[in-house]
């Protein structure tokens, strides 16, 4: 069974070398995979460090000049020659049994063609975000994809992008990736992944949980801060806004009228916090909404501009 590892890259020496250099320890003696970067970004540093790995495992660079990740993994699965295609970021640090895991995996579910593995949080050495492990959005924040639950079918929900698989025959099949959806600079719509996946499972390819295939996501220092969240937060209320499409009805502002209500008594509550836990959760709503909203306002106004109604 052959695996080709696919991933996007903008600018992340500090993650990418450490991501390379883990993979120069995976136990894929057994396997034969390949390893596509594909370069979003036109970067001489990526290069160099992708060529510094070259003797060690089987990697390439491929350099996709449209900006955006979902455009990067598009060409990169336009280049890939194995029969699964495992998907992944370019901060992720994986256990050294990763592939064969995956490849198992893939093997024990021959009528699945999607499937997920666990992802844990990797955070600076002696570092804690401002954010509790239980407030209800740590989890999409840090890409925390540790269901447990044992091996088995899952929702599309719980596929995430640094660790994800699809046969290489669905590709083949006419399916790809949204460009509408993932990063593309710092202003852009989160899930591009789970809105690939949840298309791929509303047309009956039901995912498979792996939670033995296991990688841990690089935290950087940035992100263990409240500015860092609150942009976090605004990212996915665009996602949000953007599966569910515009609600219609009354508009305030160009969004729904309960939208503006929601967003001006978030702002009130971030102003008026005694705490810093409670000022941290008040913005974090406080962007969610504010995503949506910006999100529903561009609906609208794409609508007036084809003719398609207010």
Same mark, same amino acid.
């Given at each position: 069974?052959?695996?080709?590892?696919?991933?996007?890259? #903008? !600018?992340?020496?500090?993650? $990418?070398? &450490?991501?390379? +250099?883990?993979?120069?320890?995976?136990?894929?003696?057994?396997?034969?995979?390949?390893?596509?970067?594909?370069?979003?970004?036109? @970067?001489?540093?990526?290069? %160099?460090?992708?060529?510094?790995?070259?003797?060690?495992?089987?990697?390439? /660079?491929?350099?996709?000049?449209?900006?955006?990740?979902?455009?990067?993994?598009?060409?990169?699965?336009?280049?890939?020659?194995?029969? $699964?295609?495992?998907?992944?970021?370019?901060?992720?640090?994986?256990?050294?049994?990763?592939?064969?895991?995956?490849?198992?995996?893939?093997?024990?579910?021959?009528?699945?063609?999607?499937?997920?593995?666990?992802?844990?949080?990797?955070?600076?050495?002696?570092?804690?975000?401002?954010?509790?492990?239980?407030?209800?959005?740590?989890? %999409?924040?840090?890409?925390?994809?540790?269901?447990?639950?044992?091996?088995?079918?899952?929702?599309?929900?719980?596929?995430?992008?640094?660790?994800?698989?699809?046969?290489?025959?669905?590709?083949?099949?006419?399916?790809?990736? @949204? &460009?509408?959806?993932? &990063?593309?600079?710092?202003?852009?719509?989160?899930?591009?992944?789970?809105?690939?996946? *949840?298309?791929?499972? %509303?047309?009956? #390819?039901?995912? /498979?949980?792996?939670?033995? +295939?296991?990688?841990?996501?690089?935290?950087?220092?940035?992100?263990?801060?409240? &500015?860092?969240?609150?942009?976090?937060?605004?990212?996915?209320?665009?996602?949000?806004?953007?599966?569910?499409?515009?609600?219609?009805?009354?508009?305030?502002?160009?969004?729904?009228?309960?939208?503006?209500?929601? /967003?001006?008594? *978030?702002?009130?509550?971030?102003?008026?916090?005694?705490?810093?836990?409670?000022? $941290?959760? %008040?913005?974090?709503?406080?962007?969610?909404?504010?995503?949506?909203?910006?999100?529903? !306002?561009?609906?609208?106004?794409?609508?007036?501009?084809?003719?398609?109604?207010?």
């Amino acid at each position: 069974m052959n695996l080709s590892v696919i991933f996007a890259t #903008h !600018r992340r020496p500090e993650t $990418l070398g &450490p991501m390379l +250099a883990r993979f120069c320890a995976l136990e894929a003696d057994d396997l034969e995979w390949e390893v596509i970067v594909i370069d979003n970004a036109g @970067d001489e540093q990526t290069n %160099a460090i992708v060529a510094s790995y070259a003797d060690r495992i089987p990697v390439r /660079v491929l350099r996709e000049t449209t900006p955006g990740k979902n455009n990067a993994l598009n060409r990169g699965v336009s280049e890939a020659s194995g029969s $699964l295609f495992v998907f992944t970021d370019d901060d992720i640090l994986p256990s050294p049994d990763w592939l064969r895991e995956l490849a198992a995996g893939a093997a024990r579910w021959p009528d699945n063609d999607v499937f997920g593995g666990r992802i844990v949080p990797a955070f600076p050495e002696g570092r804690t975000p401002v954010l509790e492990a239980t407030h209800p959005f740590y989890r %999409a924040a840090y890409v925390v994809a540790d269901w447990e639950q044992d091996e088995g079918p899952c929702h599309a929900t719980q596929v995430w992008g640094p660790n994800m698989m699809v046969r290489a025959t669905l590709f083949s099949g006419g399916w790809s990736f @949204d &460009p509408a959806f993932g &990063p593309n600079g710092t202003d852009y719509v989160m899930g591009s992944e789970t809105e690939f996946t *949840a298309r791929l499972e %509303a047309a009956g #390819h039901e995912p /498979v949980y792996l939670p033995q +295939a296991s990688v841990e996501h690089q935290i950087r220092d940035e992100q263990l801060g409240a &500015p860092w969240l609150f942009g976090r937060a605004m990212r996915a209320g665009r996602m949000e806004a953007l599966k569910s499409g515009h609600p219609g009805g009354a508009n305030l502002f160009g969004a729904p009228r309960y939208l503006t209500r929601a /967003v001006v008594g *978030a702002w009130l509550r971030y102003t008026l916090a005694l705490s810093p836990r409670a000022k $941290l959760h %008040a913005g974090i709503e406080l962007g969610r909404l504010r995503g949506q909203f910006r999100e529903y !306002r561009a609906m609208r106004q794409y609508r007036v501009m084809n003719g398609s109604g207010a």
